[in-house]
């Protein structure tokens, strides 16, 4: 509720419109989707109040279960879910679960839990304490249904490659092969 929307263009927004009027729609089936299968809306879910005219859609926050199309699916628009969980454990295991997994992010004080649950989550970036801290050029890829970035840096180059080890001995009395007198 205090993110300030606004010109993309003005330093001091945080959030501008949508893209397109496909993706606002998108996020809002996706919204509309959840509240129909017993998420419970937090704050915003549809334009601001403020904003008549444009693609602007309110920062939302929805508590829902981990199955509901708002925790499944890439929503690309200002939209959280909350999904309750008892510990560690089962937060990975939803967390895990995920069809896609582009990134996450761990908020904690306990640096050791911070790494731990880093390090086990399946995803293509995780930020620990912050979000948005990112470089398209920065190998990303992604797991499962995700996937962006990992084409925009030096990393594409590798998938372009097969490695091969070539040894040439030049001397005109060669070693025995490993040591084992094999010639």
Known sequence: EQ??????????????PIQNAQQYQH?????????????????????PAAFSRGLFF??????TD?????????????VL???????EAEALAIANNSPF????????????RAHRVAARL???????????????MSPFGGMKGSGYGRSSGYD?????????????ETADDPPQAFGYGID
């Open 81 to 87: 879910s909350a999904i309750p969980f008892e510990d």
């Open 156 to 168: 594409v180059l590798l998938e372009y490659t097969r490695p091969k080890s070539v040894w040439v």
């Open 27 to 47: 996020i809002q089936n996706l919204v509309q989707q959840g509240l129909q299968a017993g998420a419970q809306l937090i704050t915003g879910g549809d334009r």
């Open 122 to 136: 399946r995803a293509g970036t995780v930020w620990i304490n912050s979000y948005r801290a990112l470089s398209v």
């Open 3 to 16: 993110l300030k929307l606004g010109d993309p263009q003005d330093p001091a927004t945080e959030v501008g």
């Open 58 to 63: 309110a920062p939302t926050v929805l508590t």
């Open 66 to 78: 981990p199955d509901m199309a708002p925790a499944r699916e890439e929503i690309f628009g200002p």
């Open 101 to 112: 997994d582009l990134a996450g992010a761990v908020w904690t004080q306990n640096p050791a």
